[in-house]
Structures are given as structure tokens and as C-alpha cells.
């Protein structure tokens, strides 16, 4: 046998410089959903594979049932120990592999492996790459891209062998991708684009397989998630209207093409389509969407091939999120959901610099250069929850979640640090949350409601380290009110209970505090702030073994935690005293 290692060489260069302009991710911590799908998940820390896969993504809505990037997730978890790194590893695993999928289809497309690398590099150096590859949360986009592409690479060996028997290999790939993301249904519309570039003039025979296709793969996926949710897709609540799917795309088109190929400036975390600049920008993104869509149409009219592929792996998926993104309730555009596109770009790219020989394909090595630096430049916004809060509220100052979750880890911050500053700053924050909760913003009523008790208490808690440090006492009876009337309108709300614990504790009313704790633990066992409190209050209330039972729940939810460890240490201290 025959090794050619000619043929493996450049792959794994292209992964090794992947890699090294990526490792700073490795350092990562949780930040954003990452605390919902790991760190308090319910399923996750029983242990139990089958509860994971057999639920909603978010526990509390059923509007996201993703059970392989739900098993993903569950076997980083556990393998890992619960540390972020080894997610963070598998996360550079997926990415690095769907590149060198996309340097191995490529290759066969344009025929040139130096073109080929072209578009790999460019599909894995995109700043573009960094939201789906830092966020831990979001590895669901490198996963039905990568079975997406493996679908397209099954469908075009069937057509190309014959188109005998039935795509199996094609439809299982594609049946992945769905059950890893809701956006793995374009996969039928890519075999069309397949289709359009390698055979135009048998279009209507394509199109009326993959509307089979697709209708097979839409029913198993409905019949699945009915088996398993027993609501079948109720709770998506589509809001699709024909002017809608005609009208609101051209924006999402001519933001994400602009984003694609001039991806310069630093707030490129999210982009919002209901709020275009000007009348002026309105025009100039239909422009552009036109403009591609009509380079398309050209394209398969005089069969450029890998032209069809690369504007069709643009604009389809493109397409489906200014589609989708609204029918979801979300009207933002975030960077993951350009993933595939931007292979799509990169293939573009590499076509034109094929035309031009090997000095053009030379010429991409500055922008990959530029890449890499921006790239650097957009990793510390994910490397933690305080710099990922900083980087939020510069994107959105006036977004109230992203001021709350800056503010929440500030207090943290002071909590481990003891700087006054961040006390100092996570107190005003608070304070003009609170002060925003109370005049019931319109627009933002339903999540001001939801955030209510945590923005008081946290807001409490600012007060009353304020107090300690400055000697000033502090009244905590009307705020104590406010939180009994909150934990009493709802009984079933952990946080309410708990928040209401905690106001009790403040005020110096530790066993009424206790039994609020007992109470949310028993609502949310999977909260390390609840059991950190119930521990401090079984700990005044003498109970010493219960309350080190307490913090070793606290510290096998969230291992390593600087204040969690502090008390650990004084309980057993406390219990040899006893002894």
C-alpha cells in the first residue's frame, strides 16, 4: 500500500493555522445560554442521555428541539468534567472538520488545490466564525452545516453514479442536520442547486424530488418531535406572511452580503433588520439582493457551474433566516447563522482567484492575515461573562439584558475581587433597571417582568454591601414587602422564592429566610446561588451538616467557585470546633 502524503499535507496545515489563530477560545469560559444548557441544566447533571435528547433545547420552551446538539452538549459536559476547555476543544473539533470538508468539496469543484484552500481559509477565518465557534452554545451551527455539506456531497455522488436506487445516504445526512438545527431544512433546497448547476435542463424533475424530499423529511421530524414533546409544532407558532417571505429577505440578503464580504467593523456580533439606517440603506440592500439574485439567474442560464454553487450556498441559506428569524420572534441577525454562507463567499472567491492564476490566489494571503486579526480582536468579548457583558452593552447600550448581565457580573466580580468599583458600578446599574422596571417600558414589559425580582434583589444586595462598607444601616422593610408580594403571586417561581430568601436573610429574619431557600432549592435543585444560600442559612441556624451538604451541591454545579469554596472552608472549620 501507498501513502501519499502530498495528499494530507495541506489539510493539515490548513487546520494547524486554523487552530492557532482559534486557541485563545480554549481559555473561554461559560458565557450567555451556556449557564442555561450546562451549568443549570436539569438533565444534564442527572446523567441521563436519554431525559437530555427526549426534552426541549431551553427547558422552559418547547419551541427548540435540537436532541444531537443536546447529546453533543451532554457528552462534553460529562467527558469534561463540567469545564468549559474540553467544550471549547470539541467546538475547534467541529469547525476544523466542516474546513476540511469544505477544502475536500471545494477541491473537486474548482479543480485546484490551491484554490481550494482559498476557500477554506477563507470559510474558517471569516470573522464571521468566531460567535459559532467561541460560544459553546452555539456549536449547533457547525453541526447541521457540516451534515448539510455531507448531505450535498451524498447527493451529488447519487446523481453522478446514476441517480439509481434512492439517496439514502443524502436523506440520513440531511435528517442529522435537522435534529442538530431547525435550519438544516434547506438541506433539499442545496440538492436543487446542485442540480441547477450540473443538470439546468432537468430543474422541474429536481424540484419535484426534493419537494418529496423535503415533505418525507418535514413529517419524520414532525412525528418525532410529537412522540417526544407531545405537541407536535404548536409551540413554534410560524408568522409567515407573503409579503414577509418577499420583502423582509431582500434585508437580511443585502445586510449579510455586505457582511460577508466586508466584514471590517467590530460590532458585527448582531445585526438588526428592522431598524435599517436610512431609506437610503433600505434601498441599497434591496439593490444588492437583487443584483445577486440576478447573477444567479445568469449563472445557470449559461452554466458556470461553480458560480451557481457559490452564490446558491450564499443566498439559500441567507434566504431561510430572513425567513425564519421573524416567524421565531427574533428580528436580529446574528454572526453564527453566516456560517454556511460563508463558504458559499469563500467559494466566490476562490473562483475569481483561480481565473487570475497562482499570483492572485498568492494576493488572498493578506486578507486571511487581516482575518486573523480581527478574529483576535473579537475573541476577549467571548472569553468571559464580564468582558462578553462590556461587549454587549458597546453593541446595544440601550438593550436592558445586556446592561442586566453586565451589572450581574460586576457584583460577581466584586464578590471574588472585593473592588469597590465593581460594587460601586453594579449598583448604579441596578438602580436604573429597577428604576426603568418600575415605569413598565412598553416595550420591554414582558422581560422587565421576568427580570424583576433578580434586578431587586441584586439591586438589595448592592445596597447592602454599600451599608457594610460605608456604615450607613439600611431599611429593609419596604423591600422586604415587595419581595413577599412577589414570592406570593408566584409560588412555583424558584427565583421569587429565592429572592424573597434573600431579602428575609438581609433583614436579619434567618429562619423565615431558610425555609424560602428549602423551598426554591426544591423548585430549582440545579442553581448554585440557591443552595450557596441555603447553606449560610443553615449554617446561622446551627445546622452544620446540612449546611456542608448544602455547599458541596453549590460546588458540583459550579466547581471552582471562589465564594462557594470560602464557605466550604468555614463550615468545616465550624465543624471541628464543635467536635
Not at 95 to 120: C, K, Q, T
Not at 525 to 539: G, I, Q
Request: charged residues 20%; hydrophobic residues 50%.
Amino acid at each position: 500500500m501507498q501513502f501519499r502524503l502530498g495528499g494530507y499535507l495541506l489539510p493539515c496545515l490548513l487546520a494547524v493555522i486554523v487552530i492557532a489563530v482559534l486557541w485563545p477560545i480554549l481559555y473561554g469560559q461559560f458565557v450567555g445560554d451556556d449557564e442555561l444548557l450546562l451549568v443549570r441544566s436539569t438533565h444534564v447533571h442527572t446523567g441521563s442521555l436519554w431525559d437530555t435528547v427526549s426534552s426541549p433545547l431551553f427547558q422552559d420552551t418547547n419551541k427548540y428541539w435540537r436532541p444531537l446538539t443536546s447529546a453533543t452538549l451532554w457528552l462534553g459536559f460529562h467527558l469534561g468534567g463540567g469545564q468549559p476547555a474540553p467544550m471549547h476543544w470539541m467546538s475547534i473539533a467541529v469547525h476544523v472538520g466542516v474546513m476540511l470538508l469544505v477544502f475536500r468539496i471545494a477541491r473537486e469543484w474548482l479543480d485546484s488545490r490551491a484554490a481550494a484552500a482559498v476557500a477554506a481559509l477563507f470559510f474558517a477565518l471569516h470573522p464571521v466564525q468566531i460567535q459559532p465557534v467561541a460560544w459553546i452554545a452555539a456549536i449547533n451551527d457547525g453541526m447541521w452545516s457540516g451534515f448539510a455539506l455531507l448531505s450535498l456531497l451524498a447527493w451529488q455522488r447519487w446523481r453522478r453514479a446514476g441517480s439509481r436506487g434512492l439517496p439514502f445516504l443524502a436523506f440520513a445526512a440531511g435528517v442529522l442536520a435537522v435534529l442538530s438545527k431547525e435550519a438544516g431544512a434547506i438541506v433539499p433546497a442545496l440538492w436543487v442547486v446542485h442540480d441547477l448547476a450540473t443538470r439546468p435542463r432537468h430543474w422541474r424533475a429536481s424540484v419535484f424530488r426534493v419537494g418529496v424530499a423535503t415533505s418525507i423529511l418535514a413529517g419524520l421530524y414532525a412525528m418525532a418531535r410529537t412522540a417526544v414533546l407531545h405537541d407536535g409544532l404548536a409551540s413554534i407558532e410560524p408568522d409567515l406572511t407573503l409579503s414577509r417571505i418577499l420583502t423582509l429577505p431582500g434585508e437580511a440578503v443585502g445586510q449579510c452580503l455586505t457582511l460577508l464580504a466586508l466584514p471590517l467593523r467590530r460590532d458585527i456580533e448582531w445585526r438588526v433588520l428592522s431598524s435599517p439606517d436610512s431609506v437610503a440603506t433600505l434601498v441599497v440592500q434591496h439593490a444588492i439582493t437583487l443584483a445577486t439574485l440576478g447573477a444567479f439567474v445568469w449563472a445557470v442560464w449559461r452554466k458556470r457551474t461553480v458560480l451557481v454553487l457559490g452564490l446558491g450556498l450564499t443566498l439559500v441559506p441567507i434566504w431561510l433566516i430572513g425567513i425564519m428569524s421573524p416567524s421565531l420572534g427574533a428580528w436580529s441577525v446574528a454572526d453564527r447563522y453566516l456560517y454556511l454562507p460563508a463558504f458559499g463567499t469563500g467559494l466566490l472567491l476562490a473562483l475569481a482567484a483561480r481565473r487570475f492564476g497562482r499570483p492572485a490566489l498568492v494576493a488572498c494571503a493578506p486578507l486571511f492575515l487581516l482575518f486573523a486579526m480581527i478574529d483576535r480582536d473579537l475573541i476577549p468579548g467571548w472569553s468571559n461573562p464580564r468582558d462578553h457583558a462590556e461587549w454587549l452593552v458597546s453593541l446595544r447600550p440601550d438593550d436592558p439584558l445586556a446592561r442586566f448581565s453586565l451589572a450581574r457580573a460586576a457584583l460577581l466580580d466584586h464578590l471574588a475581587s472585593g473592588d469597590a468599583r465593581d460594587l460601586d458600578t453594579a449598583r448604579e446599574m441596578f438602580t436604573r433597571l429597577d428604576e426603568a422596571a418600575s415605569r413598565r417600558d412598553a416595550l420591554m414589559h414582558a422581560w422587565y417582568e421576568h427580570k424583576l425580582g433578580s434586578i431587586r434583589s441584586s439591586r438589595l444586595w448592592c445596597d447592602h454591601l454599600v451599608s457594610k462598607r460605608d456604615g450607613i444601616p439600611l431599611d429593609f422593610g419596604v423591600t422586604v414587602a415587595s419581595f413577599a408580594r412577589l414570592a406570593e403571586s408566584r409560588p412555583n417561581d424558584p427565583h421569587a422564592r429565592q429572592n424573597y430568601g434573600v431579602a428575609l436573610a438581609m433583614s436579619g429574619r434567618q429562619r423565615e429566610a431558610r425555609a424560602e431557600f428549602e423551598a426554591s432549592a426544591g423548585l430549582d435543585p440545579f442553581c448554585s446561588e440557591v443552595w450557596f444560600n441555603l447553606a449560610r442559612a443553615r449554617m446561622f441556624d446551627g445546622d452544620l451538616l446540612g449546611a456542608s451538604q448544602a455547599i458541596d451541591r453549590a460546588l458540583a454545579i459550579r466547581p471552582g467557585d471562589q465564594n462557594a469554596s470560602a464557605l466550604r472552608r468555614q463550615i468545616e472549620r465550624a465543624i471541628l470546633v464543635r467536635r
